[in-house]
């Protein structure tokens, strides 16, 4: 299963949900390739913000080895699935799209949780460290619930 994680700059969301999934198939040694994007290039090639880096590293997840990349068109054909972290980030990847196939690859990954609510991960950026805190325990959610799933039925 091929995994993308995908936020607006990939330094906060979609690091921590990829850095969480990976440590997690790591560690239940599932056949998962797990990578993050973002819909801008303004952050690409650096590290994930220092608050999330910290946060993460606080609850055991290691992000320090990412750095910020933006999403490309082949990361459509790549991954069989593509999780967003907000209704911008949706709108933002379905606009690259250019098949159905493509565009049912994209998930809000907060509907793995709360199906049909449509909830978001709100962007921590601007905020202080609670709210890394309740991101991280968001998406530590939604990766259980991938991996669940992928138990399950051996998919998303």
Not at 8 to 14: H, V, Y
Not at 18 to 39: C, H, M, W, Y
Not at 46 to 63: V, Y
Not at 94 to 110: A, F, W
């Amino acid at each position: 299963m091929k995994v993308l994680m995908v936020c607006l700059g990939n330094i906060c969301r979609s690091p921590l949900a990829d850095g969480l999934l990976r440590r997690k198939v790591e560690e239940q040694n599932l056949p998962f390739i797990v990578d993050s994007a973002g819909t801008s290039g303004f952050h690409e090639g650096e590290k994930a913000d220092a608050r999330m880096i910290e946060t993460a590293k606080n609850f055991g997840t290691d992000l320090s080895f990412l750095r910020s990349r933006p999403i490309t068109k082949s990361d459509l054909d790549e991954f069989d699935v593509i999780y967003v972290m907000d209704r911008n980030n949706y709108r933002d990847v379905i606009g690259i799209c250019s098949t159905d196939e493509q565009r049912e690859k994209v998930i809000p990954i907060l509907d793995l949780v709360y199906p049909e609510e449509n909830r978001i991960v709100p962007d921590p950026y601007y905020g202080g460290t609670q709210g890394f805190i309740d991101v991280y325990e968001m998406l530590d959610e939604a990766t259980d619930k991938i991996i669940s799933n992928f138990k399950m039925n051996g998919k998303r």
